[in-house]
């Protein structure tokens, strides 16, 4: 069955050090979305991604947030000048066109400190 | 606006039933049930929308009124593997970009 991959699955960090998150989506979706999650709360939206630009995006993913789909396979998230807020764990989820179900990968938890 | 759910927490004894609901002060297109174990994604269950009929899987059912903008998750004769944490998720129009906005989460815990 296919299913979202997501690397590294932990990635330790220093504050103020840029890390790229990384996602393979399921191969025929065409929806991609970004999710993190801080310990103990609940799972907040932040970027949605198609056609090869940001379709919506939350509070949370201000100017030193960043997506992108460098090729035909991988959905990176990029966050510059880490925070130790940052600290979270995120979730990687696509979809198919016409179709609402979102399947989430298994999640990059990062750790700034 | 996130959607509320309810309870928090229940506890129950391997068999017994639960009722998880999720109220939306915003009129919903959809809503989509997830668990998720400790340390680990969100799984998806199942999906209800606007005008659709109340699904089920295994002895995970739902159901979506409309009219109060709530959608209930039941669960029947519960297993151990059926602890977790359940969120719903509202929104998701599959026409404008499908953002799923998440309630809280209600800790279920079932017990031998």
């Known amino acids: 069955e296919p299913e979202v991959t997501q690397t590294p699955s932990h990635q330790v960090t220093q504050m103020g050090q840029e890390v790229i998150l990384r996602c393979v989506p399921i191969s025929n979706h065409l929806y991609f979305y970004w999710y993190r999650q801080i310990l103990g709360q609940k799972v907040e939206f932040l970027v949605s991604?198609?056609?090869?630009?940001?379709?919506?995006k939350s509070e949370i993913f201000d100017d030193r947030f960043s997506v992108e789909r460098p090729d035909g396979s991988n959905f990176t998230l990029k966050i510059r000048s880490t925070k130790l807020e940052d600290s979270a764990m995120y979730f990687c989820?696509?979809?198919?066109?016409?179709?609402?179900?979102?399947?989430f990968g298994p999640g990059t938890r990062l750790t700034v400190t | 606006q996130q959607p509320v759910q309810s309870p928090q927490a229940v506890i129950l004894r391997e068999g017994e039933d639960a009722v998880i609901n999720c109220s939306s002060s915003?009129?919903?297109?959809?809503v989509h049930w997830y668990r998720q174990k400790h340390g680990e994604a969100p799984v998806f269950l199942m999906i209800l929308l606007k005008g659709g009929e109340q699904k089920g899987h295994d002895k995970i059912s739902a159901s979506f009124n409309e009219k109060k903008q709530q959608s209930s998750l039941y669960l029947t004769a519960s297993q151990l593997s059926y602890s977790g944490t359940y969120f719903c998720g509202t929104g998701g129009v599959y026409n404008q970009g499908g953002k799923l906005i998440f309630g809280q989460g209600t800790e279920l815990s079932v017990k031998p």
């Open positions: 991604f198609y056609n090869n630009e940001i379709s919506e």
């Open positions: 989820a696509s979809r198919q066109a016409f179709v609402v179900e979102q399947y």
């Open positions: 915003k009129a919903l297109y959809s």
